[in-house]
């Protein structure tokens, strides 16, 4: 925060220079690709055609426009008269909210669900129609993501760790007391791409699973990566002698899957088990440690019944991790993740069997181990196997 202030007394400096020009400008426009990502997948709306983004935002619409940004706009509009008039029965300044119909119905659920407080601690001023400010587009965000303790002295570098304004943007956007509509599609924009909620889930994730935006949609517009049209294995993993995890590009049809779908070089498979797009396949018997296998798989279906294409990957079965240093000019120890037995017929290879060991000492996890010569200075490969 101390950098974020030393940046903003810099661009305070430069904006006070500026000012002191008196040259007139146009508003500039830089986000309608943006509004236009947004308003594709139904969280922006403009005046037909025109998206409007030169117009100054109020405090009234700038709240209507993180209500449509959140999905929630058909939760605000389906308030009862009587909800309505429950949320807004403390406001002092009821003349600063729009007479046209839905506007009642916005205001009252930017109150009822804590996007806002008011502008005043005395009492509650709801402010409708005062400029839009940078912080407030801001702090609307955030409480609306799930960060409920957002307040002004706190929401930039909140909203910079959520990951939608960036340590600059957050300058530029505390200087900003008067938004327009395409300063707020910007900040929107980022905020549904990229934005990351209290809970840790993405902000385009929650709005796709709520309903409020249709995946395809959101995939065609920019926001998410679209789903593979082929199902297939993205990897395969034995972090035990007894599991072997498979995880596939899609979510499979779990009626699809059956332990006869999957091989592991002829080895027994007990059972499997789906969630989402991982299958766990739980061995009848224990693989051997440190061995290569090829997992075959076939027959298995996505939800749009799409079959996979028979399949071989090759993994590892591994079941120990294993640290090794030098201890000496020729000797090395190695340290498992479990006691080894002092009888395993264990052996160790250095740079592809130049140099060969088979003098072990056993200490409870660790195996000190003479190689027999120096090596020379650089890296050097470590075979280990047979130890049990």
């Known amino acids: 925060m101390r950098n974020l202030k030393k940046v903003l007394a810099v661009i305070l400096t430069v904006a006070l220079l500026a000012s002191m020009m008196m040259v007139p400008a146009l508003a500039a426009v830089s986000n309608e690709a943006e509004a236009k990502a947004l308003k594709a997948i139904g969280l922006f709306k403009g005046y037909g055609d025109d998206l409007g983004l030169t117009d100054k935002l109020t405090r009234e619409q700038g ?3 993180v209500i449509r940004a959140m999905g929630a706009e058909k939760a605000a509009l389906a308030m009862t008269d009587a909800e309505v008039n429950v949320a807004l029965a403390d406001v002092t300044d009821l003349n600063t909210i729009g007479t046209w119909a839905g506007a009642k119905n916005y ?3 930017a109150l009822k669900a804590g996007l806002t407080k008011g502008i005043s601690t005395a009492s509650l001023v709801y402010g409708g129609q005062l400029d839009f400010a940078g912080d407030h587009l801001v702090i609307l965000l ?6 409920s303790q957002a307040e002004k002295d706190n929401c930039w570098d909140l909203a910079v760790k959520a990951g939608f304004v960036s340590a600059g943007g957050a300058v530029a956007l505390q200087l900003n007391n008067a938004l327009i509509r395409d300063d707020a599609a910007g900040v929107l924009y980022s905020a549904v791409k990229n934005g990351v909620c209290a809970d840790g889930k993405t902000l385009i994730e929650k709005l796709i699973a709520s309903g409020a935006v249709d995946e395809d949609a959101a995939a065609a517009a920019g926001f998410i990566e679209a789903k593979p049209d082929v199902l297939e294995v993205e990897s395969v993993e034995a972090t035990n002698l007894k599991e072997v995890v498979v995880t596939f590009n899609k979510e499979v049809n779990e009626d699809s899957v059956d332990e006869r779908d999957f091989d592991v070089d002829g080895e027994a498979i007990d059972s499997v088990s789906v969630d989402g797009n991982v299958v766990t396949i739980t061995m009848d018997g224990i693989l051997e440690n440190d061995e290569d296998y090829t997992l075959t ?7 749009d ?4 294409e028979e399949t071989e990957i090759d993994f590892t079965a591994r079941d120990v991790e294993l640290g090794i240093e030098f201890t000496g000019p020729q000797s090395v120890k190695l340290t498992f993740s479990e006691p080894i037995d002092s009888d395993s017929n264990g052996e160790v290879s250095v740079d592809d069997g130049i ?13 000190e181990v003479d190689i027999g010569t120096e090596l020379d200075e650089g890296e050097h490969e470590f075979k280990v196997k047979g130890f049990e």
Do not use: P, Q, T
């Open 63 to 65: 709240m209507i426009l």
């Open 107 to 109: 205001a009252a659920y």
């Open 142 to 147: 955030l409480r609306a993501m799930g960060y």
């Open 297 to 303: 798989v076939e027959e298995i279906e996505d939800l």
């Open 305 to 308: 019944e799409n079959v996979i």
């Open 355 to 367: 140099y060969n060991a088979s003098d072990f000492k056993f200490d409870g996890n660790e195996v």
